[in-house]
């Protein structure tokens, strides 16, 4: 059987393989948020997998963690250098807090990120703006995060570990200054084709700094390959190995390797298990009306690569063309509002809310109506509860990096029940070949894939359940460090 990574044994090989060096993870997104409440000040634990994973690295040891100071509470937390020590209660490693003016926060993550970064590496309808401020507000950004950073190394070994897309030019930044600190990234979207990529008007400077990293970290092996045939065609003096997966520019050298990131498996599978769980099935329940109905689940951040409008017609034609489960199934859909300051989000948003209210007045009876709607962010053991009770969980993104609901809902059901769709342009579809894969551009066909889904007999569903399992909970977070780790030590 293979090894089962957990945060003990990660945190006991973090020390071994790097306790030479200090170790410093930059994002964009702070760990621990503080934020004012009813006039005290609460702080509040970043949701996701990033923070699952470094903890344990970063806290073995004792390393320096360097974000944007977002919280309205932030300020008042740290000392006169911007530093706090973390988590709170159980002090670990050090958090640096970045300010940026709101000027700053609007080019260089609403603007330049979101609007250009983000929909060039994901391939659907919205088309990037390439704006030239926002693009100059971005590289100053990026030199802000950069002179924090050289400022903690100064002369000590250390590894850098950055994160997405929102760094593009720091690896080379601190690699300029010092040469011989270990620079990593991972890259938690998609790497568009090269074709597609061509379209950005700074794309040479963006890879030019990208290959500052020693390692660079995608999520699967088509998206190392989309970067390495990127970097092939557009910066000319790059020497190209396919084989090794490696670039070279004169002497420097850049490892580009698939790193699929997961979930804390046994994490979920046992919460989903506690009482408090069960009593929330109940509630939800009792409240939603759903005692007897067979349920269908989908949970997202709202965002146009989620395939949120074309599901919800899907569901509408589902009950068109399977008109004997008019009262008898449910659908859930919960959507996290996010980035709602951008014009194409808010679309998006009103979109949603008219599809949703479209379906339901065509196909309501008496008090039951097609789809529910839940406004995120909810309590994790709702979310939990949710994919618990449900028959089915729709993941129906239109292009996905990883996509860790699919992961999370696997992990959610210890009874082996369930059945996830899962859209053929996510990560995940990947490893989850157990899943029903289908195409979430295609209506009637999702619509078929639904009922088959609840047709679908229980010994099959066991047995694509328990594969997905034993595949999750052996590639678990925890792995996916530790993965990084190995590689990071090779480097040193």
């Avoid at 970063?58 to 020590?85: P, Q």
């Avoid at 002179?147 to 570990?161: C, G, P, Q, T």
């Avoid at 990208?210 to 699967?220: K, Q, S, V």
């Avoid at 698939?258 to 046992?270: A, G, K, L, N, T």
Wanted: proline share 5%; net charge positive.
């Amino acid at each position: 059987m293979k090894q089962i990574w957990r945060r003990e044994n990660l945190y006991q090989f973090a020390k071994a393989k790097l306790s030479d060096y200090l170790f410093i993870c930059v994002s964009n997104r702070e760990p621990y948020i503080h934020s004012y409440r009813c006039n005290e000040i609460k702080c509040d634990t970043a949701v996701g997998g990033l923070t699952t994973a470094i903890e344990p690295v970063i806290s073995a040891i004792g390393g320096i963690w360097i974000a944007h100071g977002s919280g309205n509470a932030d300020r008042d937390m740290v000392d006169s250098k911007n530093k706090l020590m973390v988590p709170p209660g159980e002090p670990f490693y050090t958090l640096k807090r970045i300010w940026l003016s709101d000027t700053e926060v609007n080019d260089y993550y609403y603007g330049f990120s979101n609007q250009a970064l983000w929909p060039l590496c994901h391939a659907v309808d919205i088309k990037p703006i390439f704006n030239e401020a926002q693009w100059h507000t971005y590289k100053r950004v990026n030199e802000i995060f950069a002179r924090n950073v050289l400022e903690e190394i100064k002369d000590r070994r250390s590894i850098v570990f950055i994160q997405d897309y929102h760094f593009t030019l720091l690896p080379r930044l601190i690699k300029k200054v010092s040469p011989e600190t270990i620079v990593a990234q991972f890259w938690h979207i998609p790497w568009p084709r090269q074709k597609t990529f061509q379209s950005c008007p700074w794309r040479e400077e963006i890879l030019i700094g990208l290959l500052g990293n020693d390692l660079l970290g995608f999520h699967t092996v088509r998206h190392c390959r989309n970067f390495l045939t990127t970097v092939n065609r557009v910066i000319g003096d790059s020497k190209v190995n396919y084989e090794k997966a490696e670039i070279t520019i004169g002497e420097s050298k850049t490892e580009v390797r698939p790193f699929p990131i997961s979930v804390d498996f046994e994490q979920i599978s046992r919460k989903a298990q506690g009482l408090d769980v069960k009593e929330e099935i109940e509630r939800l329940k009792r409240e939603l009306n759903l005692d007897d109905k067979l349920i269908g689940v989908s949970i997202d951040r709202l965002d146009y690569i989620k395939g949120i409008p074309r599901r919800l017609m899907a569901i509408g034609h589902f009950f068109e063309k399977y008109p004997e489960y008019k009262g008898k199934m449910t659908f859930i859909q919960v959507t996290v509002p996010s980035r709602m300051d951008i014009p194409s989000y808010r679309d998006l948003g009103e979109k949603i809310s008219a599809l949703e209210e479209r379906v339901n007045l065509k196909y309501a009876m008496g008090k039951w109506k097609p789809i529910v709607t839940m406004v995120g962010p909810l309590p994790a053991i709702t979310i939990v509860a949710l994919m618990s009770m449900a028959n089915l969980c729709i993941v129906s993104s239109l292009h996905d990096g990883m996509n860790l609901v699919a992961k999370e809902f696997v992990a959610s059901r210890h009874d082996n029940d369930g059945v996830l769709l899962l859209s053929r342009f996510a990560g995940a579809a990947g490893e989850l070949g157990d899943a029903l894969l289908i195409n979430p551009y295609t209506v009637d066909q999702l619509a078929a894939a639904i009922e088959k889904a609840l047709v679908m007999p229980r010994v099959e569903r066991y047995k694509r359940m328990r594969r997905k399992r034993r595949l999750v909970k052996e590639n678990n977070i925890y792995k996916w460090a530790a993965d990084i780790i190995s590689s990071l030590a090779e480097l040193t």
